[in-house]
């Protein structure tokens, strides 16, 4: 029997579908990827949650582990991917009102330029990702307040070494970020040589994803609201772990904003509960 989708279409987060249950996925290649695909997915709803900032993530897998191809084959039309960043991007992604993400294919990308290039590429992803950009950084016209999530990729060796600690770990920077880690078990291993095997690589197509648009606000009770509080706790990356907290909250919205409802309720809280294993030091096996 096949796990049951809900009405909206999500997946269930602890029981992902087999090879043969959906073709979708499948013709993407996202073999073994369908938990992560969901994480992606809830991370990108974020963007459509009143008061909330659309919620940044590092994902952090081994070489050849398909994180950068699950951002590379989404298609829709509140996300943009990039293999590289540069100021020259910033300026087409300010001004495109649709776009609440950017998904960068690899964080260590943007850290090959010259210096310069570098500090000024890395000065504008933290203005997307902290304040509201009010002022077009090139012609200083008047932009709408514009808060932009960035979703990007490291291998676990780079996540802490020196050239990513003075980016990320030394001024906080990091703690933006939602560290999103997995590995793959003996099982998913075997699911992605059958999908090799098979030849189905060569056929591979990009993956339309729907975000229904219209930033919303989301009501969330106060049960659940402590619950959060206390998750928060377990997957802080900064000593308050207010922004943690700030995360789960929005993650939690966005599940409920995926079900086209205004309230949260105790499924949206346990998708995320669920999710929060990738956010913790060990990751999540796949």
Known sequence: MLPRRGTDGTLPLNNPLLPSSNPIVISAGLVGLEPVLEVVRTLLW??????????????????????????????????????????????????????????????????????????????????????????????????PGRRIGVITAVPPEELFSRKLHSVLWAGGFASRYIIVRYDYDKTTVRRIHDYIKSDAYTRELPMPLRIDRGEIAVEIPTEIAEKIRLLAGQIKNDEIGARAHKHLRALVKARARMRKDNKANDRDFHDIEIISDFMTRGGRII
């Open 46 to 143: 974020t963007g459509q949650v009143a008061g909330e900032r659309p919620a940044s993530a590092i994902i952090c897998a081994p070489i050849g582990s398909g994180k950068t191809s699950v951002l590379e084959k989404l298609e829709t039309d509140v996300a943009k991917f990039y293999s590289d960043f540069t100021s020259q991007h910033a300026r087409e992604i300010l001004r495109n009102e649709k776009l609440t993400h950017i998904m960068i294919g690899d964080l260590l990308s943007v850290l090959g330029h010259k210096t310069g290039t570098v500090k000024l590429s890395m000065n504008l992803l933290s203005k997307m990702t902290g304040d509201r950009i009010t002022t077009d950084p090139w012609t200083g016209d008047p932009l």
